[in-house]
């Protein structure tokens, strides 16, 4: 029959099927009873003769089947195993659903976390080129990664041939006029190529030109997308006019695209040249700049970093009392941007990795006890003629819907997943991590899903095919589908079992060590009383207020003012606030010791008298500033415990002095106090050496303001800020928060809490699914041993016997996954280890108290099957066997 004529029969069949079939029934009849006839006319008898007929005709529905397939289309029997395929998962909705919810719940899961990952490690940073890129910093013995000082990063422009360019950049802020007063504004300093370097196009205006950053340079300023947006309503009017920073008047030049963006400087509204040295700058000691290069083609990272270190050897030499001890950094820009949260985000695609892990054991063993269910089914429908084929066809029909299933809801679950982790970023932090608005279902991600449907769809539809064998089953129907059946699934069971207890503990232990973590992080000594402790942020204009005698009658001002509010204790003023960062720094030199050149580098804080007694930080030794500590006296400090321990370990400091590294006299300051350690730097940071210097000597513009209260210390901050208006209505203030929210906000804590939460979230899932997992294994067995224990109880068995063999097998299972699982916790907690603070991964306790919860939770599991199996009649059991 050629093509064309089975296609028209086929097409013709489809609109008479009931006919085709009532035909075909007719002559398959037809030719049984011609056999039988031929049979009877050959002496047999009429019911031997039927006999014969039928067993030479064959397996009627076979034959039926057979030639269906023929003369139909396929997917008209496709049609048919999906009907059945629906009607079975109807009937058996219980088990569609659970799988399906499960299918859901680690597929979008592990889709969510992994759009996070793909965001920030996967996808390129939005550059041109962004592999060229590297981070150009100096090092010492003390610090990894330093700033640069702004005559090194000229040399180091100057003298290198590895980078096509080499741009620096520093944080800075400004106070920007409006028409409602003042209003201090984060922004960059960088040189005239840093946007070019980078590859970015302006989206309006023109970027910087080469020389606009040289000293005594225009006034110009690019803005960011969002602050044109913000503070201009996107007005293109706006090029080209002047804005007012600081008093002074800047033009504004060019728009950033709304697509840029740099972590470094993640909160920068305008970015400015680099024009005039500041005081800083102007002393080579002094570092306070990054730089940023693009290799030249065929240079690699490394012939570049040999380069650098070389150029700083030769300036080592050339300025020792500068640079002594300074060595050259060089690494991919995408280091520096994506490097503390990649820790982080590996540690969550793990957990939620083994949480897929737990749904796919928990989904395949689903389908194994669907399986054994169905033993009688398969069996009856391969001996009436259905081919093994037909069978395997069924079973990936019905694998196929319940995958699509699964993974259509786990697409929903991951972009509910993605907006919930989104919101759950503090947008302090959120700032600093600006790969979060590429997070999304992108292709990577689409393929990650589609990845993890296929294997899904695989398991779904290999799993029951694999485990029933049909001859098996032809011989598992004879034995009313036990025993073999069962062994099987006992083996299986519990080996998947053991796996997902193992899988639990791994994420148990993960959270456990992380909450443990986070407990130590947020109950750190921080050597001050944080209750009862409101601070906020504030900028003098630099116009208003030019002279150091200026500014120090402002503070004494706001001091007095602050203090007479109502529930106020105590005032105090500083450079930076404590728990901020080890980033101001001094390098100095003890006067009356040997001095080789060495690095001796101290955290530097500015403070008013009354800021150490308003912290609650306890005086060990001498005596704290008073207010005529300022400029008309000489210069003296109060140290931190550490700053003592080292550099003057067994000797009394006070009346001691340090000086810088020429030992300029301007520079030497006299030891009067020694406190007890402020922890300055970040909660996780190490303790540094400390030097308090009297604000009133030599006071800045920008400072901080911490407010001792008698009672609510979040009630009075809109005070504090109300006050400092009335003072001077150009006074900016930002930054308003209570000293215990300032701790709980840290970068540190938040992404400890946020680890915890998703770590301890997988760990909760796995918990109750490996629970679940190991009460299905055992009910499951106690079902299959129904007949087994009606015998040993019809020989007398005590219900306690029935106990202790049914938790007996539990208790194995638990300590098997238990065992397995803490022995790879500890692996998995010393490759997280960068998360740990305060805790060790082999922790006692905590690996204990996983072990003791597991095991409790997987004990209570297993008691009600062993409680059914106790509770069995001996008589009914064997009756119903």
């Known amino acids: 029959m050629n093509p064309f004529t089975l296609f028209a029969n086929k097409l013709s069949i489809l609109f008479r099927r009931t006919r085709f079939r009532s035909e075909l029934d ?10 039988e006839k031929d049979f009877i006319a050959t002496g047999m008898p009429p019911q031997q003769a039927h006999t014969a007929a039928a067993r030479q005709f064959g397996n009627a529905t076979y034959l039926r089947e057979q030639s269906h397939n023929l003369v139909t289309f396929r997917w008209e029997t496709v049609a048919q195993d999906l009907r059945f395929a629906l009607r079975q998962l109807r009937h058996n909705f219980g088990f569609a659903l659970t799988a399906v919810f499960i299918l859901a719940l680690g597929m979008g899961v592990s889709v969510a976390i992994f759009s996070f990952v793909d965001a920030a490690l996967i996808q ?15 090092n010492s013995s003390m610090f990894p990664r330093s700033n640069l000082s702004r005559a090194d990063y000229e040399d180091w422009n100057r003298l290198n041939h590895s980078f096509s360019s080499l741009e620096a950049y520093g944080g800075t802020g400004y106070l920007l006029r409006t028409a409602s007063g003042s209003e201090p504004v984060p922004a960059a300093r960088v040189t005239s190529g840093f946007f070019r370097t980078l590859g970015v196009k302006l989206e309006l205006g023109r970027d910087f030109r080469t020389g606009e950053d040289n000293p005594g340079g225009a006034k110009i300023v690019i803005l960011t997308h969002g602050a044109w947006l913000r503070r201009f309503g996107g007005s293109t009017d706006i090029i080209g006019h002047s804005i007012t920073l600081d008093g002074a008047a800047y033009t504004v030049v060019g728009i950033l695209p709304r697509t840029f963006e740099f972590a470094p400087r993640a909160a920068a509204e305008f970015y400015v040249p680099l024009l005039d040295k500041n005081g800083c700058e102007q002393r080579r000691s002094c570092h306070n ?30 300025f020792p009392g500068s640079n002594k001890g300074q060595g050259a950094v060089v690494q991919p820009l995408s280091k520096i941007i994506i490097g503390p949260v990649r820790p982080v985000l590996l540690t969550l695609l793990a957990a939620s990795g083994l949480l897929l892990l737990i749904a796919s054991v928990n989904v395949a063993s689903l389908l194994l006890v669907r399986s054994e269910s169905r033993r009688r089914e398969v069996a009856i429908r391969g001996a009436l003629g259905a081919t093994s084929a037909r069978l395997s066809r069924q079973f990936v029909t019905e694998g196929l819907l319940l995958a699509s299933a699964g993974c259509l809801a786990g697409l929903l679950v991951s972009n509910w997943a993605i907006a919930i982790l989104k919101s759950l970023v503090p947008k302090s932090m959120a700032d600093n991590l600006p790969f979060l608005s590429r997070v999304g279902f992108q292709t990577h991600a689409a393929l990650f899903a589609a990845s993890i449907a296929i294997l899904t769809t695989g398991l779904m539809a290999l799993t029951p095919i694999l485990r029933l064998s ?20 006992q083996r299986m069971g519990a080996n998947l079992v053991v796996l997902e207890l193992a899988v639990a503990v791994i994420l148990l232990v993960g959270a456990g060590l992380l909450g443990k973590s986070f407990y130590r992080l947020l109950h750190v000594n921080l050597g001050i009383d944080p209750t009862h402790l409101a601070t906020l942020q504030m900028a003098a204009p630099e116009n208003s207020y030019p002279k150091p005698e200026q500014k120090v009658a402002l503070f004494r001002e706001i001091t007095r003012r602050l203090s007479a509010l109502p529930g106020v204790e105590s005032v105090g003023i500083t450079s930076d606030l404590p728990i901020q960062c080890n980033c101001d720094t001094d390098w100095i030199r003890i006067v ?3 001095f080789h050149g060495e690095h001796n580098e101290v ?31 000489s210069q003296k400090i109060v140290i931190n415990e550490a700053l ?4 003057f370990p067994g000797e009394d400091p006070i009346g001691k002095k340090v000086a810088n590294g020429d030992l300029d006299p301007k520079s030497v300051r006299e030891i009067i106090g020694v406190v007890a350690n ?26 901080a303001i911490a407010v001792r209260t008698a009672g609510d210390e979040k009630a009075v901050l809109p005070e504090l800020i109300k006050t400092l208006h009335q003072l001077d209505p150009n006074l900016g203030t930002y930054g308003e928060i209570t000293m215990t929210d300032q701790i709980n906000s840290t970068q540190s804590a938040l992404i400890h809490r946020f680890s915890t939460w998703l770590v301890g979230g997988f760990a909760i899932i796995a918990l109750v699914l490996g629970v679940v997992g190991l009460y299905g294994v055992i009910a499951y067995s106690v079902s299959q041993r129904t007949r087994e224990i009606g015998v040993r109880m019809a020989l007398g068995a005590q219900r306690s016997t029935v106990y202790k063999m049914v938790m007996r097998q539990a208790g194995w299972l638990t300590l098997a996954g238990i065992g397995i699982g803490l022995g790879c916790a500890v692996g998995a907690s010393m490759a997280m280890g960068k998360l740990l603070f305060g805790v060790q991964a082999w922790d006692a306790a905590t690996l204990a108290a996983v072990a003791v919860v597991l095991g409790t939770a997987s004990l209570a599991a297993s008691f009600l099957p062993a409680h059914r199996a106790a509770s069995v009649n001996p008589t009914e059991a064997l009756r119903a066997e």
């Open 470 to 489: 049909f001859q098996d089953i032809r011989e598992g129907l004879g034995e009313g589908g036990r025993s073999a059946a069962g062994r099987f699934w």
């Open 644 to 647: 003592a321990q080292k550099y």
């Open 289 to 318: 700049l990054f730089g940023v290069g693009r290799l030249r083609d065929g240079v690699t990272p490394q012939a570049a970093f040999q380069e650098m270190r070389a150029i700083a050897a030769q300036l080592e030499i050339q």
């Open 678 to 703: 402020v922890r300055e730097g970040g909660l996780d940071d190490d303790l540094w050496p400390t030097e308090y210097q009297a604000m009133y000597y030599s006071p800045g513009t920008f400072v």
């Open 124 to 138: 390129p940073l939005p550059y041109i080129a962004p592999n060229r890129l590297m981070d150009v910093a100096e």
């Open 592 to 594: 009356g010791k040997p």
């Open 603 to 633: 955290d530097e804080r500015d403070v008013s008298p009354a800021y150490l007694p308003t912290l609650k930080a306890r005086l060990i030794r001498g005596r704290l500033f008073a207010e005529d500590d300022d400029s008309s006296r």
């Open 26 to 35: 007719e002559e398959m009849a037809f030719h049984r009873d011609q056999a």
